[in-house]
Every structure is written in structure tokens, then in C-alpha cells.
């Protein structure tokens, strides 16, 4: 069965401390996303990526990085956590364009409280 | 941009039938996903239209209308793990790599 996997369900940090998220896929997939998901604002694309070490911004990327050096894995860097990015963070990942049904698979999610 | 539109909440009760629309404004559209997403959990597929008419997947139809920008889910005989939140999300001919481009969801609630 196909998989997308994020390290950590919950996880609590403090205020400043740099966060590493990390997302592994095993379907071979090119794309991979990453979002974060409060109520009420829905998902909202921070960072995404087409290919080992590619990246592209999404609608909300500032106090955020990635990296991307296997295709496997896309890992989400918090570089200075501020309490504002207490979220929910989804990884998602998809095959390349061009192919049917090319919709995403998402991970479990790793809830993040910064205090 | 995208403007991708859906109802916050809706309600019903268990064996009846919810309709759960979705609107869109967007330049080249190319196919319209469905997703059910339970509380504190991943969202998963369900449907996707990328032609007009109607595609039936068990008690799940997903409807596409795209010179209107309207899609419809349909969920027949409803039962209490019906209970979550669903999300219309678009993919745009000119978008990315395929990106989806989500709504805010609809929080369905079904009561026995």
C-alpha cells in the first residue's frame, strides 16, 4: 500500500528553537508538499518541490525552508519557531504531470505546539 | 488566482442524503478532487472529475459542471462515520506541477 510518513504525530517545541519536519514517501512519487492547516483557513501550501533538490514557494513560505537532497524524503525547517506556527503540518506527495489520476497521497500530519 | 468556494458546515441525519457543493473560479481548469478528511487525521481521496457528468463510487457520487464551476458530492444512506470534514480542491492546466488548490472545507456532521 502506498505511504506517506511524517516523523512525529505531536510534537512541542519552545519559542526560537530551530524544527526539523520530516516527510518520506515510497511511491517513487517526483512531487512533494508541504502544508499547514488551521480551522477555518483550510490547507495552505507553504513549500513544495518537483525533484531532488528543487523547490518552489507556495502561498505562505516566509519563516520556513526545505529540503529535498533524496527524492524520498522532503523535510520542513522551521528556522526560528514563534508561537504563530503552532499548526498543523501535512505532507502530501504526487506523480508528475502528465499522468492520470495524479491526485495527492498526504501523510498523518504532525501537530506542532510551540510555547 | 483561484477562488474555490464550499459551505463551512452542514448537518444531517443518519440514512439520508447530504449534497455538498463546490464552486470555482480558475483559468485552465483541469479536474476536480474530492477528499474526506476525519478529525485530527489525513485527508483521503474520494473522487475525481475532470469531465461533466456524474461518477458514482458506491454511496459516494462526485458531479462536475464546468462551464458553471460547480461540482456536487452526494453521500447516500449516511452513517455516523460520515462525520468529517470534506474538501474540494482543483488542479489548474496552468498551475505547477499539478497542485491542488484546496477549499476551506465542509464540516459534515451526522446525527443517529
Known amino acids: 500500500d502506498v505511504k506517506v510518513t511524517q516523523s512525529s504525530r505531536y510534537l512541542v517545541k519552545r519559542t526560537g528553537e530551530k524544527v526539523f519536519l520530516e516527510c518520506v514517501q515510497d511511491?517513487?512519487?517526483?512531487?512533494m508538499f508541504w502544508y499547514r492547516q488551521d480551522p477555518g483557513l483550510g490547507l495552505r501550501l507553504i513549500y513544495f518541490?518537483?525533484?531532488?533538490?528543487?523547490?518552489e514557494k507556495g502561498d505562505i513560505p516566509e519563516g520556513y525552508s526545505v529540503s529535498r537532497e533524496k527524492k524520498e524524503r522532503f523535510s520542513l525547517i522551521l528556522e526560528s519557531a514563534s508561537t504563530n506556527q503552532t499548526s498543523m503540518y501535512l505532507c502530501?506527495?504526487?506523480?508528475?504531470?502528465?499522468?492520470?489520476?495524479?491526485?495527492?497521497?498526504f501523510g498523518s500530519g504532525t501537530r506542532l505546539t510551540v510555547v | 488566482g483561484q477562488n474555490i468556494d464550499q459551505p463551512t458546515e452542514m448537518t444531517a441525519t443518519e440514512g439520508a442524503i447530504v449534497q455538498i457543493n463546490c464552486t470555482y473560479q480558475?483559468?485552465?481548469?483541469?479536474?476536480l478532487f474530492w477528499y474526506q478528511q476525519h478529525a485530527g487525521e489525513a485527508p483521503t481521496f474520494l473522487s475525481y472529475?475532470?469531465?461533466?457528468g456524474l461518477e458514482e463510487k458506491g454511496r459516494f457520487s462526485s458531479f462536475l459542471s464546468r462551464s458553471k464551476g460547480y461540482s456536487y458530492l452526494l453521500l447516500k444512506e449516511l452513517q455516523m462515520k460520515d462525520s468529517a470534514s470534506y474538501l474540494c480542491?482543483?488542479?489548474?492546466?496552468?498551475?505547477?506541477?499539478?497542485?491542488?488548490?484546496f477549499g476551506r472545507g465542509t464540516q459534515l456532521t451526522v446525527w443517529p
Open positions: 502530501a506527495s504526487s506523480r508528475a504531470r502528465g499522468l492520470a489520476n495524479y491526485g495527492y497521497t
Open positions: 511511491m517513487d512519487h517526483e512531487n
Open positions: 518541490s518537483y525533484d531532488v533538490k528543487m523547490k
Open positions: 480558475t483559468s485552465g481548469f483541469n479536474g
Open positions: 472529475n475532470v469531465l461533466d
Open positions: 480542491a482543483v488542479v489548474n492546466r496552468g498551475s505547477t506541477l499539478g497542485r491542488l488548490y
